[in-house]
């Protein structure tokens, strides 16, 4: 059975956003019992995130131009992610979200470090957005976080012990850092056991986390 788990660490709570991704990446696993959805590349699981808007009857675009920067360092480049969701009839967030992706261990031994540099450089990104037709009113930095460890043969109390350590480091990362909040998706134990004993030679890649830092544009 798949797992779910959301952090809000400060302030904005987004549970429902992450708990519609959550659900695009179960709904993946049981349509396709050979892939695991979210073992790719940064722009595999933008794509993810941008599809939960519309699961919550909003909307997303993805890599689109915006203007960045100020004076001499003005420029128009590509935007990650722009994303609309109401919260109710007369309430809705929007954001301007920029993206990095990282793979870490399992024990997050000697990671903490280049999680907390990848997360400020989504963060640089988004402060460089200056574009008045796509200006969200809240700005997102995001980290996909994607753990992995060579314990494919190791029995599964000893996976979900594992996993009870990242979940408890992932929302220390994220107090320390000042972020906003953490996700966490796990697929079922055995399948992500057996997809990775079929596609790696030791590596267990049992889910995936998001580390976000939400800040009001001024």
Known sequence: MSTFLYFPVNNHNIRKLFKAWNGILVRHEKADKDDL??????RTNIGHLALAAYKLNGYSLQEFSMKKGRGQNKSTGRADLYMYFPLSD????DFNIEAKQI?????????????????KKAEFDI?????????????????????????LDEKRVTKEQLL??????????????????AAVHYADID???KLSKKYTKSDWYPGIAVIGKITNKK
């Open 164 to 181: 009870s350590k990242f979940n408890r480091q992932i929302k220390q990362t994220v107090e320390e850092t000042g972020a906003s909040f």
């Open 103 to 119: 793979w870490c261990s399992l024990s997050m031994k000697n990671d903490q470090k280049v999680i907390k540099n990848a997360l």
């Open 90 to 93: 007369t309430q809705w967030y």
């Open 191 to 193: 399948v992500s056991t």
């Open 127 to 151: 402060k460089k957005h200056n574009d008045k037709e796509f200006r969200a009113k809240y700005a997102m930095a995001i980290l996909f976080v994607l753990p992995y460890m060579k314990v």
């Open 37 to 42: 959805p979210y073992w790719y590349l940064e």
